[in-house]
Every structure is written in C-alpha cells, then in structure tokens.
C-alpha cells in the first residue's frame, strides 16, 4: 500500500532527526551508513545517489537531507533505517573474516591434474566473497582473480533449460534423485535418464535443452549474457586453454553421451557433438568469487538479481534448482553436507563453491586444493565453520534457543528483546548506529520500559558517553523519572560513589545540558 504524504513525510523527518546533530546531518555520517552496510561504490543501484552524495554540502539541511532522499529513496532508506537483509553487515563481516582466516591455514588436498590448466594454478590462492539478498556485499582474499566455473556452471544451465522448457517437460529428460555415484561415472537411472542435473550426464542433456535450434555461437552467447545478468553485469570471462583441454580429455563425457543416445535419452535433432561443445564451454567459463556471490545471491532472492532488480529466472525454478543442489550438489559429499551443513551449495573441481542461503545471502569460497571428492578442502572447512556459527542450516528452527549460533537476518537487539526496547538496550551498550538506525525508523527516544527506564537512564548507569552525546542531540527528556522517583544524573552520580572516575564525564555533560537530580536541589545556573 503506499504511503500517505503525511506518513512519508513523517518517515522522512524521523530519517532526518536520526542523524542531525545541531539542525545539520553530516555529510559522512550518510556514506559510513552506506559503507557500513555493505554497499559498495560499485553498486549499480547507488551511483547517481553516491554522487550526489559527494557533491554535497558537508553538512546538510534538512531540504539538502530531502533532496538527497528523494535521489533514490528506497535505497536511501532501507540503508539509513538499517532494514537490510543482514542489518549488522559490519558484525556478520568480522565473523566472516575469522572463519576465513581460521580456516586459512588448512593446506590439505590436492590440485586437479586432469587437465594442465588446472595443475598449474596456485594451489594457495583462496578467496570467499557474499552478498545478501539486499546486495550487501564483502569480500577477502584473491576475490579479483579469475578461475574457471566447472561444475558450478550446472545449477545455472539447469536454471536455463528449465526458463526454456519448464519443469514438467525438462525432467522427462532428466531426473530429481541422488546418484549416489561419482559426478561422472558411467550410469543413469531406472529409465535410461541422468540422475539428476548436477551431475555430468544431467548437465549435458540439460545443455541439449537450450536453444537447441539456434547456432553455436549465439547459444553461447546468450548464456554468457545470462551468466552476466544473474551477476548484475559484472564481468564474466572464458578460458580457451581450459575449453581446448577439457574437449581432449573428454572420453568418460563422450562415453556419456553415446550411452544416453544409446538409451535414447535425447530429443529429437540433437547433434551430439555439439551438446558436448557447449557443456565444455559452459565449464570453462571463468568468473572471481565477487561474480559468483551476486549469482548465488540471485538465486537465493528467488531468481532477481539484488545489484539490477532484474528477474533472470522464475522463483519456482530456482526453488528447483536449489532442492537439487541441496541433495546432489556436492558429489559424493552431498548427503553429509545437506546434513551437517544444511546450505544448497554446488562446487567445481576448479575449488570453487556457490552458496545459497535462500532469502538472506549468497556466498562464494574458492581454494584450488580438493579432497578425493572432488570439493575444496578449505572451501568446506569454511561451510563447516559457517554452519557452526550461523543459523543457516536449511532446517533450523528461527525461534529455538537451543544454542547460541547466529541469527545474521535479525537485529541483534530485536531479536533480544523485541520492539521499542531495542532502543534501550542498544544505548545501555553504547551503539549509537544501531540507535540511530532505530530512531530513523521511528522510534522514541524518549519511551522507556515498564519501569520508566529510558534509554538515558541505560546510558548514564552503563556509562555510554557516545550514546548519552546522541540523546542529548536528539533532545531527549533530561529529568525524566523512573519508577523510584531517579533521573539519569541520580543514577550516574549513584554509580560514581563507586567509580568516581568513569561516571565523572556522564555527571559532567547531564549537568552542562540541564540534567537535574530529583534528589538533590537542582543548582539554579543549570537550568
Ligand atoms: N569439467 C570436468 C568434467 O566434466 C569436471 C567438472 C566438475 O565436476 O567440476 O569432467
């Protein structure tokens, strides 16, 4: 429904108030908000309202606040107010970057030597990059390098056949069930059909399902603009070297399928030796982790791309897409992963792993060194770290509290306490982004809890100079009583009989602004 002009303006003036300090909001205090939340300077959502941004005053009037605003509201508002997919980006960052550098060190397994291409990389390269649903993004490591796709390729040309054909006749092709075999070995099911799409045998009949009345090269290149899409247009390359090279060592993919035309498996007019072509092209698409965490962040917004708001594949597709990588997409290793980890994940014997945590974040890891299996040695590591410390298992309860794993999509302080009292408890610990945050999206500063509690009662009793600073800007009742008859400069002056030190600064900035005692006479020169 939309918004009222009343109730906008309202929303917009509780926008403004968050962040003024003496009438004006500076400048920076928007861009720190923006850098804080993940989005970047190349977010193609954000680039005129970054310009403007910069080009503004360093201290802005509320008209100048509007006019900004107005650039890209939406944007402008989700950011300011924190209601991001993961509204603590910063915190979720530093918990992303200790399992990556705590899973670093794992230097185990072994490059791939089926083709020189894959030999030849640097078996220490190692790069993790995500993005939520809101396209907040972060990454570490070697996230600007190139390596080729592999196997993660599949979940895409699955996406493709199933945009092409729909799902009723596409898995008359190809089936839904575990094959319980390695990715490529000689089998299909019951009926002559590939397993599934994540496997070899099921990624070839899928190629065999896309544009299959078109020339080569346009099938390819409408791929690649596909690829390109679901990863908001940034870049995507090809490895010739890799190509030419999986196409010589190809004997166990052509067996394949000459065994599925055996069976005949295929629809009609399917020239074999091009469906095979174009399943080692799509192998050897090259991508940086950057790419392939917008990709998987696609899928886990149900097919629209967070960066462009474009809807490359239908929700129910992807939904498909995502069972399947849930129960095939980690070779031999699915079922243990779908099981311990729980995440829909696909890997690529490049040492690349795509990750969907479906309505939150997409993640890509990439550490060349694999297990017998096939999967990056570091890359599941960092899953396996993932799992143990956020709630991203497919079937954890949201509401348990059963353990102290977190819950990355709530705000910490909400989901604590619930409502007006998050406004509370993040001055009784001294976070004054978060208290903005909230006073952005409405709150009053001024509420306090059952017993009259309010958030500078916290702060003076905790000693939160920062957020006491933030009240006293925002013009928060100074001399507001709790339940016992204390205003926050009793509480303070309370607590400096035991720490004379640490309270002194609280007593001295209450005093300066007007803050009385209810239990001392209030000097007559403060007010
Ligand atoms: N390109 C290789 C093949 O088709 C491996 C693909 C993979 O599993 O990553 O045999």
């Not at 791939?112 to 490591?141: H, M, T, W």
């Not at 007019?269 to 469906?275: K, Y």
Request: hydrophobic share 40%.
């Amino acid at each position: 429904m939309a918004m009222s002009s009343a109730e906008e303006y309202s929303s917009q003036s509780s926008l403004f108030r968050a962040f003024a300090r003496d009438g004006k909001v500076p400048r920076q205090l928007i861009l720190d908000s923006f850098s804080a939340s993940g989005i970047l300077d190349d977010d193609p959502r954000a680039k005129t309202l970054f310009k403007a941004i910069r080009a503004a005053e360093p201290l802005l009037s509320q008209e100048q606040f509007l006019a900004l605003h107005s650039v890209s509201p939406a944007l402008f508002e989700q950011v300011l107010a924190g209601q991001m997919a993961i509204p603590q980006f910063t915190e979720f960052s530093e918990q992303i970057e200790n399992i990556f550098d705590r899973v670093s060190g794992n230097k185990g397994g072994q490059l791939a030597n089926y083709i020189p291409q894959l030999e030849r990389v640097d078996p220490e390269k190692f790069a993790a990059s995500v993005c939520s649903v809101d396209g907040q993004r972060f990454s570490l490591g070697d996230s600007d390098d190139f390596f080729c796709v592999q196997s993660c390729s599949k979940p895409i040309t699955y996406c493709l056949a199933l945009e092409e054909q729909g799902e009723e006749v596409l898995h008359r092709y190809v089936g839904t069930e575990p094959s319980g075999k390695t990715f490529n070995e000689l089998t299909l099911n019951a009926k002559g059909l590939p397993h599934n799409p994540m496997i070899n045998a099921g990624a070839i009949m899928c190629g065999a399902l896309i544009k299959n009345d078109a020339d080569a090269s346009d099938r390819f290149d409408y791929v690649m603009s596909k690829w390109k899409e679901c990863a908001g247009n940034m870049k995507i390359g090809f490895d010739n070297a890799v190509y030419l090279s999986e196409r010589q060592t190809a004997d166990r993919n052509f067996a394949l399928a000459y065994f599925m035309r055996e069976k005949k498996a295929y629809p009609a007019d399917v020239n074999l030796l091009d469906v095979l072509e174009f399943y080692f092209q799509c192998c050897s698409i090259e991508i940086t982790t950057r790419a392939m965490a917008v990709i998987a962040s696609t899928l886990a917004n149900g097919g629209n791309c967070p960066l462009t708001g474009a809807q490359v594949f239908r929700p129910d597709h992807v939904k498909n897409c995502l069972s399947l990588m849930s129960s095939c997409g980690m070779y031999d290793f699915s079922g243990e992963f779908a099981f311990r980890i729980g995440i829909p994940a696909k890997s690529g014997v490049s040492g690349a792993i795509m990750l969907v945590v479906p309505n939150v974040v997409g993640m890509a890891v990439w550490s060349p060194r694999l297990d017998e299996l096939g999967n990056s040695v570091r890359g599941v590591d960092f899953c396996r770290q993932l799992a143990a410390r956020f709630k991203f298992h497919t079937f954890d309860s949201t509401t348990g509290l059963t353990d102290d794993r977190i819950d990355p999509r709530r705000n910490l302080y909400e989901s604590r306490l619930g409502g007006a009292n998050a406004f509370c408890w993040a001055a009784s610990e001294g976070d004054v982004a978060e208290m903005r945050r909230l006073v952005a999206r409405g709150v009053n500063a001024n509420v306090g809890d059952y017993d009259g509690r309010t958030a500078l009662h916290l702060a003076a009793s905790e000693a939160r100079l920062n957020a006491l600073r933030y009240l006293v800007e925002l013009g928060v009742d100074l001399n507001c009583q709790d339940r016992w008859g204390n205003t926050p400069l009793d509480d303070a002056m309370r607590q400096a009989d035991a720490d004379s030190n640490t309270y002194e600064p609280i007593i001295s900035m209450l005093r300066e602004h007007g803050g009385t005692s209810n239990k001392t006479v209030p000097s007559r020169q403060n007010k």
